[in-house]
């Protein structure tokens, strides 16, 4: 199910969200965490009930596995020993479930393609978040073999894992920061003006991802699908839209994820800040699904020693987390590609950070953002030759002009009565595709110089309220051309 869709906002949410109150009000704390759960697996299996036998079987068994280690002990050497092999167990068995939907087909091409063999490849269904929830279930395991999970029931953990705002697209949650907050009793009770807030943070987040993201996704949608023919400039206009589509995308996903998780009173961790803002790469990562690179800080960089056992080996672990990074967001060359050089130019910040420091803000910022999104264009493209085939049209420099079908995406419908200023007018009549410029232009000013949601504090207001009407009203009636968020696809 989609956040940004009718069945969520008219019928999902208001019965969760009801449904889970009135059972917390009349102290039925157990059966209230039951009826959230039976929510998270119906908004889960929406699309495919087969998920959901996938989920509660990834679930059930890490459970048994966990619980498993925590009775083991720490004290004889032969229970160490069998808390060992649990943990390798329960760690290969879920990057197993991964390989087989994600990655199995891939394998098969390219054994296909290095033998000359002919293996038939499978109709596999990648089931929606399951990287997300894979990583997150791994990550209790090591926890638990380390003794920190104790005493949680079965249906903590099933709300930890299930909990639908995170489900399909993060953040990576640890369970010492969700599971606590569900057990505090104060957390179920219904406050008006953090409501408010939090009403306030959806909308913002739905209208990021529908009038802003959807509109960048139109037109890149129409150059990746034309690269051949695309000129410098188009090529240049598509690479930049999708830099942005995924910024508002993204954010507009983390944005709605927390508003309905605090709807909840359940604070997700930070997942995005203003990451466009970075002024080297490894900052980027700093800012940019942040849960993800904590996850493979604290569970494969430091486990591989870090930056403890000198430089090469730190740029060689490095290297290890990216290609991971990369490898996770996708089974194709373009993405392990795509790690592997955000992976160098994170060395490379490593290796010169005093001599970046003296080429002053604006250039250090400069310099990131083309990098990123020139890596970008791998991330999108089809194949590394389509990749290559959009750069070179981006870098001939041989035309410039910009045809209707790029520009027309971004000339909505809603926006009519701007056009009657005389002003704008006068632009519009002498400037070719001045919508698509102003778009452009005013993504640049917000992810620059605009806090962040969590940044900005928030004070119920009149205008507040007008601005949360404003933007739920807005997007519904244009939700017509209902898209999924772009790291479903992960």
Not at 12 to 40: C, E, H, T, W
Not at 374 to 400: G, N, Q, T, V
Not at 413 to 438: C, D, I, M, N
């Amino acid at each position: 199910m989609l956040f940004n869709s009718y069945i969520f906002l008219f019928l999902f949410l208001p019965a969760a969200l009801a449904g889970y109150y009135v059972l917390n009000y009349l102290k039925q704390f157990r059966l209230a965490d039951v009826f959230l759960i039976g929510m998270s697996l119906w908004f889960y299996g929406y699309f495919n009930p087969s998920y959901v036998a996938i989920i509660c079987g990834s679930i059930a068994a890490n459970f048994v596995l966990s619980k498993a280690m925590e009775r083991a002990g720490e004290r004889q050497v032969l229970r160490i020993c069998f808390k060992k092999l649990l943990l390798a167990a329960g760690i290969c068995g879920n990057l197993a479930v991964i390989f087989y939907f994600k990655y199995f087909n891939f394998f098969l091409e390219n054994v296909n393609a290095v033998f000359g063999r002919s293996f038939e490849l499978r109709n596999i269904v990648l089931p929606l978040g399951i990287s997300f929830f894979t990583f997150q279930q791994v990550s209790y395991l090591v926890d638990s073999y380390r003794g920190e999970t104790k005493g949680y029931a079965f249906r903590e953990y099933a709300l930890f894992v299930s909990f639908f705002p995170q489900l399909v697209a993060g953040p990576i949650v640890l369970h010492n920061e969700i599971i606590p907050q569900f057990q505090n009793r104060e957390n179920r009770r219904l406050d008006a003006e953090s409501f408010a807030r939090d009403m306030y943070l959806f909308a913002e987040g739905l209208f990021k991802k529908v009038m802003i993201a959807d509109t960048f996704g139109n037109a890149v949608n129409f150059g990746f699908g034309n690269i051949a023919s695309l000129s410098s400039m188009e090529a240049l206009i598509v690479s930049v839209s999708y830099t942005f589509q995924l910024y508002f995308d993204f954010s507009g996903y983390c944005d709605m994820a927390c508003g309905i998780g605090n709807m909840f009173h359940i604070e997700l961790p930070w997942n995005f800040n203003s990451p466009y803002k970075a002024l080297s790469v490894s900052e980027f990562w700093e800012r940019w699904h942040m849960s993800l690179t904590r996850f493979l800080r604290n569970y494969v960089y430091i486990p591989l020693g870090g930056n403890r056992k000198g430089m090469l080996r730190t740029c060689v672990n490095i290297m290890t987390v990216y290609l991971v990074s990369g490898i996770w967001h996708g089974a194709d060359w373009t993405f392990v590609l795509w790690g592997i050089l955000h992976g160098v130019f994170s060395c490379f910040d490593r290796l010169s950070g005093k001599w970046q420091n003296r080429l002053g803000e604006v250039t250090r910022w400069a310099v990131t953002f083309m990098l990123v999104n020139m890596l970008w264009i791998l991330f999108r493209a089809d194949d590394i030759a389509s990749a290559k085939l959009f750069i070179a049209r981006m870098c001939s420099l041989s035309e410039f002009g910009i045809r209707a079908e790029l520009y027309q995406p971004f000339q909505l419908a809603e926006l009519v009565l701007f056009e009657k200023l005389p002003f704008l007018s006068y632009l519009s009549a002498r400037v070719t595709g001045l919508e698509l410029w102003v778009f452009l232009l005013g993504a640049f000013f917000v992810v620059l110089n605009l806090k962040n949601s969590r940044e900005a504090e928030f004070h119920p207001t009149p205008a507040k309220a007008f601005v949360t009407v404003l933007f739920v009203s807005w997007s519904v009636f244009s939700l017509s051309g209902i898209s999924s968020f772009l790291y479903f696809d992960f």
